[in-house]
């Protein structure tokens, strides 16, 4: 059970150390929420609670093929926030994410990818 508790302690960690950076520099804000502390953070854990590699090197390929169609949220919220507002913005947002990840599985199967 305390593994749990470190695991929930240092993963919020993370969170709270990038909305702290974002609150002072946009940019350094932005590097820390785009680097993958996360998924690190996952595959330590995986790791460390003694999982097979096959599991860790998959979570970490199906990562990549997840974060793909999440970028065009990102291009996106920046221009409609002025218009919209945070949470219609967010909610826009959350559409074209599923909207760009099931265009993106049906593209990447073709390929011989699975994403679902």
């Known amino acids: 059970m305390m593994w749990i508790v470190t ?38 854990w995986l790791y460390i609670e003694n999982q097979p590699q096959e599991k860790i090197a998959n979570h970490a390929w199906y990562t990549f093929w997840y974060v793909v169609p999440t970028l065009p949220m990102f291009l996106a919220f920046p221009f409609m926030l002025p218009k919209l507002g945070f949470w219609p913005t967010l909610g826009v947002s959350v559409v074209i994410t599923l909207v760009s990840f099931i265009g993106f ?7 011989g990818v699975e994403l679902w």
């Open 7 to 44: 695991k929930y302690l240092l993963t919020a960690a993370v969170v709270v150390l990038v909305t702290e950076a974002a609150k002072r520099s946009d940019r350094l804000g932005g590097l820390l929420a785009a680097l993958p502390m996360v998924t690190v953070l996952a595959l330590i």
């Open 105 to 111: 599985a049906l593209l990447v199967r073709r390929f």
